[in-house]
């Protein structure tokens, strides 16, 4: 009798594929995998370098210019950000430089009596940052920055310290389906089993099916100077041409356009020029600072400049994407709201406005 041997390949699977690791995808696959649950980040670059790499790190938690329907979500965030900083340094061993001596508000005539209607704390610019030129009036606000490089860096290292898995380097080209449900995805080099994917691609997130999710990439132009002395601004400074966000090895950035340029990322010398005039005209001294670098990038908006958050019509299929200027703030409470609905409990957040059902 002829004995054949058979040797059984195991294919790995996941309970969960993000897709995306920027600081949305890697904060909710470090909330997924501390619940238990295996977890894949496909990412089509590496990993934090989009539109993360690219933003301010504001944690603007009241204000002006966030929509009344993303507030309670963008307070409560704001909230969580020492505990998820923390945390993530614990994980990590890194430091993610959270920083909370607040913010100087220089508003625009638009925006001056919102300002008193909300109760903010009214100041002498001077008194609080001696560098700062003008006699303008200007409120205080107890708001915290971060470095988002740093954070970024923090929390991919804590992903992969919990043994969350990375495909880097190649963008997803497909969701897959099998009997109308989620089954995995596909890149050009090979496919990933999962029951669930998360759609977490910035402003890529519409290109990938099986739903046409509208984002779209808006184009921000920053530049970072190193300030003479480390401690020469130390609080936020927002005004209507320019804002200014020290960080604590005496980097300072200045920030930023709102642009519709499509996927372009490549910076306009006259743009950056006068940032930097704005910031000189803000803090005179900086005019003995080095500008370090310039740099765009794609911030994922939508319509209404609401993100998509929370389940789609296809079984497995979850969408966390288009968070616009408010990414970094917002990454620990979608990361709660979003490990929650992927484990089927249910939120202490009404995600209903922000469906991806009200784009049909």
Not at 72 to 91: G, R, W
């Amino acid at each position: 009798m002829l004995l054949r041997s058979f040797t059984i390949v195991s294919v790995k699977t996941w309970d969960v594929i993000t897709i995306g690791g920027g600081i949305i995808g890697l904060s909710l696959a470090i909330a997924l995998r501390k619940q238990g649950a295996s977890v894949l980040v496909v990412e089509r670059g590496e990993p934090g370098r989009e539109a993360s790499h690219a933003a301010g790190g504001m944690l603007v938690d009241c204000l002006l210019e966030t929509p009344t329907a993303l507030q309670a979500l963008a307070t409560a965030s704001a909230k969580m950000y020492p505990e998820f900083a923390h945390e993530l340094e614990v994980e990590s061993g890194m430091k993610a430089d959270l920083r909370d001596q607040g913010t100087i508000l220089f508003p625009g005539p638009q925006h001056s009596e919102d300002c008193e209607r909300l109760g903010l704390t009214a100041v002498k610019p001077s008194e609080l940052e001696p560098a700062l030129a003008g006699a303008q009036p200007a409120f205080y606000l107890r708001e915290c920055s971060v470095d988002p490089r740093a954070l970024c860096a923090v929390a991919l290292k804590a992903a992969k310290n919990l043994n969350v898995d990375f495909s880097s380097g190649d963008p997803v080209t497909a969701v897959n389906l099998s009997d109308s449900h989620i089954s995995g995805v596909t890149t050009p080099k090979t496919s990933f089993l999962a029951a669930k994917v998360v759609n977490c691609a910035g402003a890529w997130a519409g290109q990938i099916g099986p739903h046409p999710f509208p984002t779209r990439p808006v184009k921000g132009q920053m530049l970072c100077l190193a300030m003479p002395k480390r401690e020469l601004i130390r609080h936020v400074i927002r005004s209507p041409k320019a804002y200014l966000i020290p960080r604590s090895d005496g980097r300072l950035l200045v920030g930023a356009t709102v642009e519709e340029a499509g996927f372009d990322k490549r910076t306009d010398p006259s743009i950056i020029q006068g940032l930097h005039r704005a910031a000189l005209e803000l803090v005179p001294k900086l005019r003995d600072a080095k500008i370090l670098e310039d740099w765009a990038g794609l911030r994922p908006g939508t319509p209404d400049a609401l993100p998509i958050l929370g389940r789609t019509a296809t079984p497995g299929y979850y969408v966390a994407t288009g968070h616009f200027r408010d990414g970094i703030l917002l990454a620990p409470i979608t990361a709660k709201v979003m490990t929650a609905t992927l484990e089927g409990q249910k939120s202490e957040h009404d995600l209903t406005a922000f469906s991806a059902a009200r784009f049909r």
